[in-house]
């Protein structure tokens, strides 16, 4: 077995994934900590998480934390459209790439600001499907080159606050979802007298695969049929506007992870485009929609949580493809557009977390001694347990499963004690611990046999909410990315899942990323009394960040804006603290009134101080600490 720590540090690379999930972004550098590559270069500057992990705690700053790398961002934004750009290039293509980044993957200003900055020099845009994201974009998007298109259901201030941003000289394109818009469009327009720029979302029969692919296909929930289009088509040409119809839009679902399934789409909607710039419409934009996956399990295959193809692929096949059916229709290349919001922000983001306890099984604890007059219940497991040997561990197995059951049932029934029962149970589990270790020797395992490691498995509390920080885990099963920041350099050896500080049983993660699919558990270092153990949950930028809920009341994490800086000693500098949301801030979110609260403390502490029951130095000390707990962070310190 290697003991050599860069040895074991090369081991935990591949135990975790790292190479395959990070992108080129992360590694494990000499010190077994693991590390940010800001330029993707082992030469190039490095980002240790422990420094991170020291300067954040030296700034008061208490976990679970959001981390966010910046370079990162910038870094997704440049290969996007650098790719896109050499693939037009080299397959001669005579439109532009203009991509436009969709606010609702993650509306953090600083990200929207980043992204925003980093695609200047590419005409970087953005997409809304609301309101509020149409309001932000309209104060962030000035770039008169950019666009920013408009999706998502409307009503008549959309449209208005749509037309403002051409009053202003923006190219803000208004998508059409359904039939209905195109009357109040149309009437909008023609009261303020502004020509709008106006694209239309067609309903393809081609769909996605994954988890998200209902929201694509002819029974997919936006978007207009070949029929609506050409009636859309005619009550434009009705109005004298058909000249402002500039964009044909589509979608095939988010995260798609089979490069089929763009194919397709490309070619059912590139039909439908130049069959429309055939019946006389100006379109100058096809937009791709979004879809383009990033690989969480690391796996590169098509499986919900991967892609079987890389960003070059997908670009080339996009561009590829629509030359091709352009060229055979005699119809000029449009502008190319894509929304491609997860694959830019994912991998800046990470939440890291101290692990505060480790609910072990009883395994861990000593076995009981021998005691006279012990009832045959205990003599029994006894027994068992001193038989086991390589030869009989499946029969000694099954009689501690039917020993463990009969002594339930004598509990129920009042034939044994509980301190019986507790003897019992504890020489159950470290007699299932020692038939674990031989079984994993063994050649050929039982089926029964299989899942030992998980029914032993510890249970790692962390100081998180599920539910605020990694809600797609929690609700449709989304793997990500999860391992410890530092020990790298040691052999890690108790499994494990991970459960968070919420009150509720299905705040857990029992879904890991495997060699071969999935695992129930994860194996992590064992916890020293005089040291804390950080793990982190990666690939959080997109979603995850603006999903979580306020389960328990746990809010937002606080966040720190890691800048990569060649000149600073540790190769960054914390640009930006973000304090997460205080006990009073979520109170009052849910209709709490704090001050009021405080004011009902305090009067029921003074009558205790007013009746002797509570000293006077006490007591403002009592009603100090209840105010200082509402102003307080919500998670544990």
Not at 136 to 147: P, S, T, V, W
Not at 194 to 220: D, N, Q, T, Y
Not at 447 to 468: D, P, T, V
Request: glycine share 8%; with cysteine.
């Amino acid at each position: 077995m290697n003991t050599d720590p860069e040895g074991i540090a090369e081991e935990n690379r591949e135990r975790y994934h790292v190479r395959d999930w990070g992108n080129g972004y992360f590694s494990v550098n000499s010190k077994g900590h693991l590390c940010v590559l800001p330029e993707k270069r082992e030469d190039g500057p490095t980002i240790d998480f422990l420094e991170v992990i020291e300067e954040i705690k030296n700034l008061n700053i208490s976990f679970p934390t959001v981390i966010r790398f910046h370079d990162i961002l910038r870094s997704q934004v440049r290969l996007l459209n650098t790719t896109f750009r050499a693939a037009i290039e080299e397959c001669e293509y005579q439109g532009q790439f203009f991509g436009v980044y969709p606010v609702k993957v993650n509306q953090m200003r600083e990200v929207v600001e980043e992204i925003i900055d980093a695609g200047q020099p590419f005409d970087y845009g953005l997409e809304a499907g609301s309101k509020p994201e149409l309001l932000a974009a309209l104060a962030h998007n000035a770039n008169r080159n950019a666009l920013t298109v408009l999706n998502g259901y409307k009503d008549e201030d959309y449209i208005r606050l749509a037309l403002l941003g051409r009053r202003l000289g923006r190219k803000i394109i208004i998508v059409v979802e359904s039939f209905s818009e195109i009357a109040l469009i149309i009437r909008v327009a023609k009261e303020l007298g502004v020509e709008p720029m106006i694209g239309f979302r067609a309903k393809l029969a081609a769909h996605g695969s994954g988890r998200w692919a209902g929201a694509s296909g002819e029974k997919g929930k936006f978007g207009l049929s070949c029929g609506e289009l050409l009636r859309a088509v005619d009550l434009l040409k009705e109005h004298g506007m058909v000249h402002c119809i500039k964009l044909l839009h589509f979608h095939v679902g988010s995260q798609i992870p089979d490069i089929r399934f763009i194919k397709e789409a490309i070619t059912e909607a590139g039909r439908i485009f130049v069959d429309l710039v055939a019946l006389g419409l100006p379109l100058e934009y096809f937009d791709v929609g979004g879809g383009l996956g990033i690989d969480y399990d690391g796996s590169r295959s098509a499986g919900e949580s991967s892609r079987n193809y890389t960003l070059e692929e997908y670009a080339f096949d996009i561009i590829d493809g629509l030359q091709i059916i352009c060229d055979q229709a005699g119809v000029a290349h449009p502008h190319i557009v894509s929304e491609s919001g997860r694959f830019v922000t994912a991998h800046h983001s990470c939440v890291i977390t101290n692990v505060i306890d480790n609910i072990h099984q009883l395994s861990e604890v000593p076995c009981p001694g021998r005691e006279a007059g012990e009832h045959n219940l205990l003599s029994a497991m006894r027994a068992s347990a001193e038989d086991l040997n390589e030869r009989n561990f499946q029969e000694i197995f099954n009689d501690v499963q039917q020993c463990k059951d009969d002594a339930i049932s004598a509990f129920r029934f009042g034939v044994i004690s509980i301190s019986e029962r507790a003897r019992i149970e504890t020489l159950y589990w470290s007699t299932l611990a020692r038939i674990q270790k031989i079984v994993e020797e063994q050649p050929f395992v039982p089926e029964e046999l299989q899942r030992l490691g998980e029914l032993q498995a510890s249970q790692y509390l962390c100081n998180f909410s599920i539910f605020q920080s990694a809600a797609d885990s929690w609700a449709i099963g989304q793997l990500l990315p999860i391992m410890p920041v530092m020990r790298l350099d040691e052999r890690p050896d108790v499994r494990c899942s991970l459960v968070d500080i919420t009150c509720d049983s299905d705040g857990k993660i029992d879904r890991f990323i495997a060699k071969r699919g999935v695992e129930k558990t994860l194996l992590l270092h064992s916890l020293k009394a005089d040291e804390e153990y950080y793990i982190g949950l990666f690939l959080t930028g997109a979603y995850q960040d603006v999903m979580g809920d306020m389960h328990n009341l746990f809010g937002r994490l606080n966040e720190v804006h890691i800048y990569g800086d060649d000149d600073d000693p540790n190769d960054f500098y914390i640009e930006e603290m973000i304090k997460g949301s205080s006990a009073q801030q979520v109170l009052t979110t849910m209709q709490y009134n704090p001050e009021i609260m405080a004011r009902t403390i305090k009067k029921e502490i003074d009558q205790q101080v007013h009746q002797g029951w509570i000293q006077p130095r006490e007591g403002v000390r009592l009603v100090d600490f209840y105010e200082n707990c509402l102003a307080d962070y919500t998670y544990l310190k």
